[in-house]
């Protein structure tokens, strides 16, 4: 029987006198997709900067491998990935550029893997261009192309994808291929926490967790 | 083991103030208008200008400093790459370092450059480049890492530029007290090695301390 | 208290009696600043909400104080010296504490967020905090470079007893005000913080209920806030 590498508990957070959860506790475990789900304001965003370690939570704890996630933390913040509203991405910046600097903070380093992930994500030709020139669905998938970096590295991979409404101003394609990188990412064993409004067909097994 | 992410943050901080070469110069010429109203408000009189020629460089390159550290966190917070940073693996406070530093060396060094040109308009008397020079090679430092905790502190909040220059400017009375302290000694042949040392001080407590409080900052700024 | 019952100076005669607010609100002023930031340092460290309250409720009160200094130092130093300000290291030094009481509260005031607020604050005033001693030093140096000691206010002449004894006393009674008022304060911003939750509501309740049927019972002692 696996273990749960990821493990909330109690989770309890409220902005400015508004409760957005109490008592939230779930465990992830290897190979899992949870989405949670809730409308407008629940609390959705919140709860995935919290299990990125941005924001702490007013009571509670969020465990990675048994141990809490601010503790020791280097551990955690390698084998995870967030994505949030913002991808990271920046506009005097081309994507070659941007996902070097991204793959740094890791502590990894380019060899060849960002132009392949950049031809997968459909973005051929453009690895040169200051993002600021793309379209709002082309830097999307630029800050998308870090999936794709790392799923093709098994040792140094990021195991917890944290996405935050990754297929907005997405076209049909690319909803397929992301589609298909959780899936090969949740067949490897890794994880992903997803908020997004769009169902996906996916062929591992997962949770929902409804705020709000 | 962690030189690569230094390096590449340092490439990246330069690419970008290359991209966009009006954050570099727009300081620049702020500066240079700050110290032409003196003469033109005051008196042109080469005596009087002698006399204020220091503190007068002085407090406009404070001044046009304050302009560019308000834009030192703000472009990574809006699209997110300040998240990204914060999260690193990588030690936060080393790149927060190199950050300020860069920040420093593209914004500020500048200005320093220009500095014994509106000495020279300024009637700066000759013995006193060297300080004028020598403080603020050691002082603007300072000013870059004391700013950048308030440049965290008001970075996601949407008029914060009055706001920084609010919360800042007081902690830089004891740099521009020494900086013009040096320079006024040095026109009078006197001795400012005290001052120099002074500001060595600070800049090395500086350089160890603040980067830990402005990621501090930045994290509480991230929350709200 | 101390205004009426020490005796005149025999070189300033009565103007010096404001002495007995000044050097009191001088004191306390700084005293404030340190205390606001030993309540940043627990809110940083421990977190815990009530330092939050006490650190938003001191800066006012502590700017004010600064304010009561300067003022009172002016119109003590209008009869003395003939001017409401001179450029000397004590009063620069007390208006630099001024504008970083200013930033803490205009800090506190843009944040939104109570809580990011508070912390926010506490970060801003422990910086300001280790900054308090370099700043006095240089503000002293730079004094002693540009005013070659026509007075200086750091020499006291000695005091008799029945004067320094009322200004200690004043001194006291400062600190006490500034303990009852923050006091005050922080109850009144607890509830106002914590204004949704059950005990709040209890209270506001049973205050509005015994002030509408007026029985009596002094309502407002711990409800109503001020």
């Not at chain 3, 803490?104 to 300001?128: D, E, F, K, Y």
Request: with cysteine; aromatic share 8%; charged share 15%.
């Amino acid at each position: 029987m696996p273990q749960a590498l990821l493990r909330a508990e109690n989770l309890r957070f409220e902005y400015d006198d508004l409760l957005l959860f109490e008592q939230l506790s779930f465990s992830v475990m290897p190979g899992e997709v949870v989405y949670i789900e809730g409308p407008n304001g629940s609390g959705k965003t919140t709860l995935l900067k919290i299990l990125s370690g941005l924001i702490d939570p007013i009571e509670g704890q969020v465990y990675w491998q048994d141990k809490p996630i601010n503790r020791g933390a280097r551990t955690y913040q390698q084998a995870m990935l967030y994505q949030g509203h913002q991808s990271g991405i920046k506009d005097s910046l081309s994507a070659r550029e941007n996902l070097k600097w991204l793959m740094s903070l890791k502590g990894l380093r380019d060899v060849g893997q960002i132009e392949e992930a950049l031809a997968a994500s459909n973005l051929a030709g453009f690895e040169d261009i200051p993002c600021g020139h793309l379209s709002a669905g082309q830097k999307r998938r630029v800050g998308l192309a870090r999936l794709l970096i790392n799923d093709d590295n098994h040792q140094t991979a990021e195991k917890l994808w944290i996405l935050d409404e990754p297929f907005t101003a997405i076209d049909k394609s690319g909803v397929a291929a992301l589609e298909a990188t959780i899936n090969k990412h949740a067949q490897r064993g890794g994880m992903v926490m997803i908020t997004t409004h769009q169902e996906m067909q996916l062929t591992v097994p997962t949770q929902r967790i409804v705020l709000g | 083991m962690y030189w690569y992410s230094i390096k590449t943050m340092i490439g990246r901080e330069l690419l970008i103030a290359a991209r966009y070469p009006a954050e570099v110069l727009n300081p620049l010429v702020f500066f240079l208008m700050v110290v032409t109203l003196f003469p033109l408000g005051i008196s042109p009189e080469p005596e009087f200008l002698a006399k204020i020629a220091g503190p007068v460089i002085w407090i406009a390159a404070l001044l046009a400093m304050m302009l560019s550290l308000d834009s030192l966190f703000k472009n990574d917070f809006d699209d997110g790459s300040l998240a990204q940073l914060l999260i690193t693996p990588s030690p936060l406070a080393v790149l927060i370092l190199v950050k300020v530093l860069t920040h420093w060396f593209t914004t500020v060094f500048p200005i320093i450059l220009l500095a014994p040109l509106l000495g020279a308009m300024l009637q700066l008397p000759a013995e006193g480049y060297r300080a004028l020079l020598l403080t603020l090679l050691l002082g603007t430092p300072i000013i870059s890492l004391i700013g950048a905790i308030g440049a965290a502190l008001t970075v996601g909040l949407h008029r914060g530029g009055v706001l920084l220059s609010l919360i800042v400017l007081p902690l830089f009375i004891p740099i521009l007290v020494f900086g013009t302290g040096a320079i006024e000694a040095a026109t009078l042949a006197m001795q400012y090695n005290g001052q120099l040392a002074m500001l060595s001080a600070m800049l090395l407590i500086a350089l160890l301390v603040t980067p830990i409080a402005t990621a501090a900052a930045l994290k509480i700024s991230i929350n709200n | 208290m101390g205004l009426a019952f020490a005796p005149a100076d025999y070189q300033q005669g009565n103007s010096f009696r404001i002495m007995y607010i000044h050097v009191p609100a001088a004191i306390l002023a700084q005293s404030c600043y340190m205390s606001m930031s030993v309540a940043g340092a627990v809110v940083l460290i421990w977190r815990i909400k009530l330092a939050e309250m006490v650190l938003k409720c001191i800066a006012p009160f502590g700017a004010s104080v600064t304010f009561l200094a300067l003022v009172t130092g002016g119109i003590w130093g209008y009869p003395t010296w003939g001017t409401w300000w001179v450029w000397d290291a004590r009063s620069t030094s007390m208006l630099i504490l001024l504008f970083l009481y200013f930033g803490v509260i205009a800090l506190q005031a843009a944040i939104a967020n109570p809580s990011g607020a508070a912390r926010a604050g506490a970060l801003l005033a422990l910086v300001g905090v280790v900054n308090i001693p370099i700043i006095k030093y240089s503000v002293e140096w730079w004094n002693t470079l540009h005013q070659p000691a026509t007075f200086t206010l750091t020499e006291k002449p000695a005091m008799p007893v029945e004067m320094w004894l009322p200004l200690l006393i004043m001194v006291l009674a400062f600190y006490l005000i500034f303990t009852v008022v923050l006091i005050m304060r922080t109850r009144n911003e607890i509830l106002v913080r914590e204004h949704k939750t059950n005990w709040v509501r209890k209270l506001v309740e049973a205050s509005g209920s015994t002030n509408s049927s007026n029985t009596g019972t002094p309502a407002g002692h711990n409800g109503s806030g001020q």
